[in-house]
């Protein structure tokens, strides 16, 4: 990902107030507060002096110039697995510009090893949404059986969530122990223009 000056030098997160000091902010220092941690934690004393990992006479100053930056923070036990590496941070911001669509459709997924039971859930595209499930399945045999497009996929959850789990035998977070004709009769009732004058 190309560095911008909206944007972390190290990990590409885009720099807001939350994680920009003002000091960096002011100066033009294009780092976010936990790479500018790491940066401080990267420092090491040799012969009595204070040293950054970009100078030569840093331990790890080798894995830096040829592994780059993650790999010598890595290296050095700084970069924990749970820090956000280019990868995760790449996800990150995809998953936020999804976040951002309102838009989707709420669906109906099932699977044969949960007889009777059903998922309800949303998302910008439903069968999408199915093909990251199919990898927690041996079989791949999870099938969305229903789904209806909403301009506020979010409310529209939410209300069919409501709806289904009052006509549910049981429920287990977004699995509903429902018929599938009586989840999509609910779902299907779902009108937007009424919940939005009700809310208004």
Known sequence: ???????????HVE?????????QESHKI?????????????RMTVNFKRVQLGNKLHPFYSVYKTEGLLAAW????????????????IKKEALAMF???????????TNPAWKGWVKIGMAVEA???????????PFRDYKVVYSKKFKDRRTAEAQAHKLCSAKATDQ?????????????????SINEEQYEKETA
């Not at 976040?99 to 997924?109: N, Q, S």
């Not at 287990?172 to 299907?188: P, T, Y």
Request: charged share 30%; aromatic share 10%; proline share 1%.
């Open 172 to 188: 287990n977070s977004e699995w509903f122990k429902i018929k599938i004709k009586d989840a999509v009769n609910l779902i299907e």
């Open 127 to 137: 069968e999408d949404r199915c093909k990251g499930y199919q990898t927690s399945s």
């Open 30 to 42: 294009h780092i976010c507060k936990s790479c500018w941690s790491l940066q401080n934690k990267s």
């Open 15 to 23: 720099l807001t107030k939350s994680n920009w000091y003002p000091y």
């Open 1 to 11: 990902m190309k560095h911008t000056d909206k944007n972390c030098k190290y990990c």
């Open 74 to 89: 890595k290296a050095m036990g700084i970069l924990k697995s749970n820090k956000k590496t280019k990868l995760e941070v």
């Open 99 to 109: 976040d951002k669509i309102e838009h989707g459709e709420v669906y109906i997924i």
